[in-house]
């Protein structure tokens, strides 16, 4: 029986980053690594953000759902990564692939406009302070969440839905870590036209909307920085600034290299490196840029962690069981 709507595949194999033997175990040990950097990282984020009521501000806010964000995104595909760095052959299911790429989209689309939410939340805090307790009420932060969370749900099923009316007949070898859109529409053999074409569409709307938004946000707030008469105050602001925009040009940059160009063999190859950035690096990134250079996370920190030592225990074992649950999958 067919696993979808006319689909023949019942499964998909995942040809992974690479298949040179020498190089598993080390990208393996390195992924784990970066894996578990990231999943602590962002934890320990909202747990110290939930912990300390005099971080209950719309900054932290969106530094929370960017964390939870992360947290789940690099969830979505990293195991199943690093499961094909342990076995010859990584087998997803049909179903399990539309799953996979339906939260990756998710993720990642809500990612987008949090960030784009943060920029606006830092450019009524410096160009506007006196309005900043009106333009950014609790109701108008949760409006804000609430409107990324539709716009990623929306696109998600966009994309979804339009892989269910492909056909996949034999070729079920995804050359890729995970189930991505255009290494999976090299795979169908109807035509894939209009699924391009809601790629294009829906991709550009996600990327352009909160990078205009972005780089609107950052321009009125260079212009009230230069007007600071203080150099020190002015330096300071342009290094918090340019952290904010290296993070944000990594996770939008690879994000379009990848999606907004016709698919091809070429492009699938380029691509599957170029989106370590955005699937890896940018969720481990992510704390320490917009957290651990600032000095109320410092404060709350040390606040938290005299108060309740077993927080760093509790990081610590789910650390541990982490890598106990994949070598033993291993094995």
Do not use: W
């Not at 290296?246 to 999606?259: D, E, K, N, Q, T």
């Amino acid at each position: 029986m067919a696993p979808g709507n006319g689909s023949l595949v019942a499964e998909f194999i995942l040809l992974g980053l690479t298949e040179k033997p020498d190089l598993q175990r080390p990208l393996f040990c390195l992924f784990l690594v970066m894996y578990t950097l990231t999943e602590l990282e962002n934890l320990g984020l909202m747990i110290l953000i939930g912990l300390n009521s005099h971080l209950h501000t719309p900054m932290y806010f969106f530094l929370f759902n960017l964390s939870f964000i992360d947290f789940c995104y690099s969830s979505v595909f990293t195991p199943k990564m690093l499961m094909n760095f342990l076995f010859k052959k990584s087998i997803i299911s049909y179903m399990g692939c539309l799953t996979q790429f339906f939260f990756f989209c998710f993720f990642a689309i809500s990612e987008c406009y949090v960030l784009a939410s943060m920029a606006y939340d830092r450019y009524v805090a410096i160009c506007n302070p006196l309005l900043y307790n009106a333009a950014m009420s609790p109701k108008v932060c949760a409006s804000l969440m609430l409107g990324s969370y539709l716009m990623a749900f929306s696109s998600s099923m966009a994309h979804t839905g339009c892989l269910l009316r492909l056909t996949f007949c034999d070729a079920n070898t995804i050359n890729h870590y995970f189930c991505d859109i255009l290494p999976v529409l090299q795979l169908s053999c109807t035509s894939t036209h209009v699924n391009e074409l809601v790629l294009f569409i829906v991709a550009g709307i996600n990327i352009i909307v909160p990078s205009i938004t972005i780089f609107v946000s950052y321009g009125f707030i260079l212009s009230s920085i230069l007007r600071i008469s203080s150099t020190e105050g002015r330096s300071k602001a342009f290094s918090t600034c340019s952290s904010h925009i290296i993070a944000v040009s990594l996770f939008f940059g690879s994000g379009a290299f990848m999606y907004l160009q016709p698919s091809s063999a070429g492009t699938v190859d380029v691509g599957k490196f170029s989106s370590i950035f955005y699937t890896n690096v940018v969720p481990m990134m992510n704390p320490l840029i917009y957290s651990l250079r600032n000095k109320d996370i410092k404060v709350a920190l040390r606040k938290t962690l005299k108060k309740n030592v077993l927080i760093a225990f509790i990081m610590f074992h789910f650390c541990f069981h982490i890598c106990q649950f994949v070598f033993s999958e291993g094995n």
